[in-house]
């Protein structure tokens, strides 16, 4: 396989997921969804599998578990309309991403996107959230 394979489908997906962002309703943001689809199905159906051994399949099961995991869990986190849900799928994408860092034995990459983005700007988004939600008027709960 040709090592800028990849690359051209991600080019596509991604293509095709912004026109589908950027465009109404109507013919062509069906266009960029059949183009984003088309690039994804591109991208799964290239052959992972460089020999036919145990390990070699058993990682790339789990990098397709923790990378399904993290695109679904991404998607909800943009379309979720409560902001502590959308905080509450960061972290599953958070974590999804961690177990992908795991998998390609880097460590501290791994350790350090949990300690920054979950332990510390989440955090702080929690608490600016729970601080907005308080009574407007000193007779209102």
């Known amino acids: 396989m040709e090592p800028i394979l990849p ?4 080019t596509l997906a991604t293509v095709g997921l912004a026109i589908m962002l950027a465009a ?4 062509s943001r069906q266009g960029g969804a059949v183009l984003g ?5 591109w991208l799964f ?3 992972v599998l460089p020999d036919s051994s145990p390990e070699a399949l058993t990682h790339t099961v789990f990098m397709l578990v923790f990378s399904l995991c993290a695109i679904a869990s991404a998607v909800q986190m943009i379309v979720q309309q409560r902001p502590v849900y959308a905080a509450l799928f960061f972290v599953i994408v958070v974590l999804s991403i ?6 390609l034995e880097a460590f501290f990459m791994a350790f350090a996107l949990v300690i920054v983005y979950a332990g510390a700007i989440l955090i702080t988004y929690m608490f ?3 601080l907005a939600q308080q009574a407007s008027a000193p007779d209102q709960r």
């Open 7 to 10: 690359y051209i489908a991600t």
């Open 24 to 27: 109404g309703p109507g013919p």
């Open 37 to 41: 689809l088309a690039g994804l199905i």
């Open 45 to 47: 159906a290239m052959p």
């Open 98 to 103: 961690c177990g992908m860092l795991v998998m």
């Open 128 to 130: 600016v959230l729970m």
